[in-house]
């Protein structure tokens, strides 16, 4: 008799464990690259402080995330996510001031990265968690100058860097509950957990290390859903 009883407790128990879902989602998100400056003379000794800047950079980038295990009262999942190139533009400043010579040429800086990594989340109607990621990044800069001379043909330097770097990632996130393909929206800030080198002098040529431009912190929204 116990066990006849017991039974369809334990089966209405096992309906109500939610079970591991995939996540299909995508960012959009905001992205402040790195400052170059630095300090140089003329022939006549007077000071020259130069800083270049790079504009946000905005881009949408495509997630899936997978639940492995329940952990304590959340979820740990893994996931993979990929961020296509997007491009900014430079503002070149001189002694604080918009450097004159910066009009004669199209400078740009370009920004990409696949991640794989794991997070950790409380899931409540208002869920919250953290996650940790390696990211596999991609930079680079194109520059074009115009020539003075219309006669003078126009010439461009490339350079490219790549880097993998930890990243820290903290989440809040809205489900809407009901429908079989559970929609969400989700607010994401992540942090780069190594922090970009000092740039030297042989460094800032255009052809050198790009490294110290690298973004250090994110913010995203998405929206996706929970198969």
Request: glycine share 8%.
């Amino acid at each position: 008799m116990r066990t006849i009883i017991w039974l369809p407790l334990a089966a209405l128990c096992l309906q109500a464990q939610e079970a591991p879902r995939t996540s299909l989602s995508i960012l959009a998100d905001h992205v402040r690259p790195g400052l170059l400056a630095y300090d140089a003379a003329t022939s006549e000794g007077q000071p020259l402080h130069y800083e270049d800047s790079i504009r946000p950079l905005r881009g949408l980038a495509l997630r899936i995330s997978q639940d492995i295990v329940k952990a304590g009262p959340g979820w740990l999942a893994l996931n993979a996510t990929y961020r296509p190139r997007t491009e900014a533009g430079f503002r070149h400043l001189l002694n604080g001031q918009s450097d004159p010579y910066s009009s004669l040429s199209r400078d740009t800086f370009g920004y990409s990265y696949l991640a794989c990594g794991g997070e950790w989340s409380l899931r409540r109607r208002l869920e919250g968690g953290v996650g940790l990621e390696a990211r596999m990044e991609g930079l680079d800069r194109r520059r074009e100058f115009t020539q003075v001379d219309p006669s003078l043909p126009a010439f461009k330097l490339e350079a490219q860097s790549h880097l993998t770097r930890a990243w820290l990632r903290a989440h809040l996130a809205h489900h809407f509950e009901g429908a079989r393909l559970k929609p969400f929206l989700r607010a994401e800030a992540a942090w780069a957990l190594t922090n970009r080198r000092a740039p030297a002098p042989e460094q800032l040529a255009l052809t050198q290390d790009l490294r110290p431009l690298a973004p250090q912190f994110q913010f995203a929204m998405a929206a996706g859903i929970r198969l």
